[in-house]
Nanobody, 128 residues
C-alpha cells in the first residue's frame, strides 16, 4: 500500500517559486505512475502533472506549462513539483497521487478517479 506525504506548501507572493515534495513509503516511486492534482475552493480537482514509471516521460497541464516541472528522486523515494512564476490562480490544495502497474496511459492522467493513491494535500496560497 503506497503512502504519500506532501510538504513544501505555503503562502507566497505572485511570481515566487515553490517546490512541493511527496515522500512515499510502502512502495517505490519508480514503480508507479506518479502525479499531482490540485483543488481550489469551490472547484473540481484538476490534473497538474504526472511522470511515468521507470524511465518514462512526464507531462504537465496546459495551465502550468512552462512554469511547473515534475521530477522524481528514486534514491529518496520522493516526487517533486517545482512551481515557478506562481499566479493567484495557482492557489489550491495540492495532492500527490500514485497509480500502480500496469502503466497509466497519458489520456487517463486527467481523470482523478483513475489514480489509486492520494496524499493528504498541502496548501499553496499565492497573494497578489
Amino acid at each position: 500500500q503506497l503512502q504519500l506525504v506532501e510538504s513544501g506548501g505555503g503562502l507566497v507572493q505572485v511570481g515566487a517559486s515553490l517546490r512541493l515534495s511527496c515522500a512515499a513509503s510502502g512502495g517505490t516511486v519508480s514503480s508507479y505512475t506518479m502525479g499531482w492534482f490540485r483543488q481550489a475552493p469551490g472547484k473540481e480537482r484538476e490534473f497538474v502533472a504526472a511522470i511515468r514509471m521507470g524511465g518514462g516521460g512526464s507531462g504537465v497541464a496546459g495551465s502550468v506549462k512552462d512554469r511547473f516541472t515534475i521530477s522524481r528522486d528514486n534514491a529518496k523515494n520522493t516526487v517533486y513539483l517545482q512551481m515557478n512564476r506562481l499566479k493567484p490562480e495557482d492557489s489550491a490544495v495540492y495532492y500527490c497521487v500514485g497509480d500502480p502497474p500496469p502503466l497509466l496511459i497519458r489520456s487517463s492522467w486527467y481523470d482523478s478517479d483513475r489514480w489509486e493513491y492520494w496524499g493528504q494535500g498541502t496548501q499553496v496560497t499565492v497573494s497578489s
